[in-house]
């Protein structure tokens, strides 16, 4: 029997154990999602002991329903605040936008040609930089929104075939789905339950949340609880519906995706270009850097290359 040696042992050993470490690792954060998954924001707060009253409150004041703020002095942003599903408080979120656009603003001073381009930057990204970190937000939001609505839609018709009235139903999914869609049929449960009619408590949901396949459910109930009709049949055709242009945007996405990368593409290539001669040949541009004339061409650049984005972006976005 050849004689084996200690060297492969030892390399063995520590490849089970590299296989052990990451099982390990990956086993450790599947739970911890899961464990999130079952849970939405309501039901975490009902967990804290918590009345329901109490709980409805806080979730409309998290998201900024609840009176009004001088953070937010616009009804466009603060419609914008509540879409997002944004749970930082207002002055936190404030400071930390500020922080990041004092930043930006000191490193232009600093590495620019001087302190009212610098100013103007930090003035800029105040404005700009919350506004646009809201609608990232609010956009990955509405894609989750719209992933889970055709399994709401289908869990509120089995709960309906049960023999279950529509607010049991919507107070259904509020218990059986996680964020986002969770805790907004939780929230219209809890504002039916205190007086609040079905058809005004769904409505408010559209105006919280913006989806645009919100209003085909929103019809449905309407129409179903004024005329009557087969809600359930209704509910079901809308479901597919909403599925099948679920499918639509993303076929649609993946055939612009092409478009897409160009733009990422055309904008990082000279970016790069710049950076590596700066990093290899620092005296290329550094020569230059104290001429006025070279931060004037440096903006029209940027502002072409921002040009030529939009218009492949908008290009590469189609209506459906």
């Known amino acids: 029997m050849p004689e084996i040696s200690a060297i492969w042992v030892i390399y063995a050993a520590i490849a089970l154990a590299a296989i052990l470490f990451a099982e390990g690792i990956f ?18 707060l009902q967990s804290q002991k918590l009345s329901q009253e109490q709980v409805l409150i806080q979730l409309r004041k998290e998201r900024g329903l609840e009176g009004s703020s001088a953070f937010m002095p616009s009804e466009i942003l603060r419609k914008l605040r509540a879409q997002s599903g944004m749970t930082m408080p207002l002055p936190r979120f404030a400071s930390i936008t500020t922080l990041i656009s004092a930043g930006a603003g000191f490193a232009i001073y600093w590495f620019g040609p001087g302190l009212l381009p610098g100013l103007i930057g930090f003035l800029f990204l105040t404005v700009v930089l919350p506004v646009q970190t809201l609608r990232f937000l609010r956009k990955r939001r509405h894609s ?83 005329t009557g009709g087969n809600l359930r049949e209704i509910l079901d055709g809308l479901s597919a519906t909403i599925r099948e242009r679920g499918k639509l945007r993303r076929k649609v ?62 290009m590469a976005t189609f209506k459906y």
């Open 144 to 226: 989750r929104f719209g992933l889970q609505l055709p399994e709401a839609l289908e869990l509120i018709t089995r709960s309906l075939k049960a023999g279950h009235p529509v607010p049991v139903a919507i107070a259904m999914v509020s218990r059986e789905m996680p964020d986002p869609i969770g805790s907004e049929f939780g929230m219209v449960a809890d504002e039916v339950t205190y007086g609040s009619d079905l058809v005004s408590a769904l409505n408010a949901m559209f105006h919280r949340v913006g989806h645009e396949d919100l209003p085909l459910f929103v019809t449905a109930v309407s129409i179903q609880s004024s």
């Open 253 to 314: 996405r993946a055939i612009s995706t092409e478009g897409r990368l160009s733009a990422y593409i055309l904008t990082a290539v000279p970016a790069l270009f710049a950076a590596a001669i700066t990093l290899f040949t620092p005296s290329f541009y550094g020569e230059v850097l104290d001429e006025s004339l070279t931060w004037f061409l440096i903006g029209g650049a940027l502002t072409l290359l921002a040009i030529g984005n939009a218009i492949m972006f908008k």
């Open 27 to 44: 086993l450790l954060f599947t739970s911890r999602n899961d464990e999130r998954e079952t849970l939405n924001r309501r039901m975490r």
